[in-house]
């Protein structure tokens, strides 16, 4: 695949714009790629259709060749539909006892990952956790999953014979209830297909315990069955999230791509193993670079953005240091200090910057003052942002008008952007600002 992929390479050397015809030759190949990671072929696709029109126009960074910069989108695009919202290990199970219920096809995992997760619930979350087997059909199932309970030191439900899931699921609800458990979870019996019959029953215990998650197991080396899969459950029973096994095999997972276009559930954990020890929190980065199976070259184009931006900070320091410190500059310093994390967490990382942040604060300088501020700068004319020495009162209230803010707000800022350029000034003559600025980018 590298090979066929440098011939495109080769073809690919030209600077400027992705044109569509660039970005059409490198996404044939990303789609064979995603194939042979075992993404659906519906969903594989629509992924690069919808890169298609994403990718044509945007810019080719110096020293990439276009179809590198597409496999970088392509990577960049991936990851974005791999994540979630929130922490994919933090499950909700507040309110104790919270029901987890397990589903899937059978040997996909769900009574390994049942017990795996118990472990981690235990000993991660300091949770009482209690674990039920609902598999009433598999000879030994129940007691499966009583002999890894015992393993990790985790209670199961006693098992008493003729019950139906239901009635089992009930009995695993009021035993959490009396016996003061955090979290109950429910290990369901599976088919080899799905059938009318299964999900019945999944839905009646379902109805029975209202689970506060419903986890869908999934076999990570399955491509379009996984799709289906996920459809079935998501439409008859809901579920809340997927949990991916076998990643510590060769495939390449592009079922997790798959289940996230079609679901929309996050992926939570990750099995890779068959030990109990062998579950992870779903990490989209690592699992994209899986499916592309292109890590080399998304890595020599990051390489190559941060020469760039390396080169860009640089100049922006040798103008600092000559004491030009204009309305671009602060704007590209309070966003930048937004996603470090606000006020106080770069305060921390820059030296000399102590006073600051102390002038900051009592000036009330929080994050949402740093939204305002940028407001105002994008209400400035571009004249006006490269030397705001030309704000004079008229311009200053079309300014703060325009930002929806007072002529006092526009002052502050002001002041802020003068006594930022003659701090950086300063910074400068000492060494101090590259040192500083290590820190910003
Ligand atoms: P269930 O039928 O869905 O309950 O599936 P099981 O939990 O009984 O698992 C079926 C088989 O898959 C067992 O041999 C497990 O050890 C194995 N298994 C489960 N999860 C993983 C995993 O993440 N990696 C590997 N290699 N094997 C797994
Ligand atoms: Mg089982």
Known sequence: LSERLGGVFDRLTKQGALSEDDVKTALREVRVALLEA???????RDFVKAIQDKATGQAVTKSITPGQQVVKI???????????????????????????????LQGSGKTTTTGKLAKRLTEKNGKRVLMASLDIYRPAAQQQLAILGTQ???????????????????????????????????????????DETLMQEVEDV??????????????????????????EFDAKVGITGVVLTRMDGDGRGGAALSMRAVTGKPIRFVGLGEKMDALDTFEPDRIAGRILGMGDIVALVEKAQETIEAAQAERMMKRFQ?????MNDLKSQLEQMIKMGGMEGIMGMMPGMGKMAKQAQGAGMDDKVLTRQIALIQSMTKKERANPALLQASR????????????????KLLKMQRQM?????????????KQAMKGMF
């Open 38 to 44: 075992d993404v659906s072929l519906p969903v594989a």
């Open 74 to 104: 392509v990577h960049d695009e991936l990851v974005h539909v791999l994540t979630g919202e929130g922490d994919p290990g933090a499950l909700k199970i507040d309110n104790a006892p919270a029901p987890i219920l397990m589903v899937g």
């Open 152 to 194: 990790i030191g985790v209670d199961t439900l006693p098992i008493v014979a003729g019950e139906s899931a239901v009635q089992i699921a009930k009995r695993a609800k009021q035993q959490a209830t009396l016996g003061g458990y955090d979290v109950y979870m429910l290990d369901t019996a599976g088919r080899l297909h799905i």
């Open 206 to 231: 379902r109805n029975a315990v209202n689970p506060r998650e419903t986890l869908l197991v999934v076999d990570g080396l399955t491509g379009q069955v996984a799709v289906e899969v996920a459809e």
């Open 322 to 326: 000559k004491g030009q410190f204009n």
């Open 396 to 411: 200053k209230k079309r300014i703060a008008k325009g930002a929806g803010l007072e002529v006092s707000d526009l002052n």
């Open 421 to 433: 350029g003659d701090m950086m000034k300063k910074m400068g003559k000492g060494g101090m600002l």
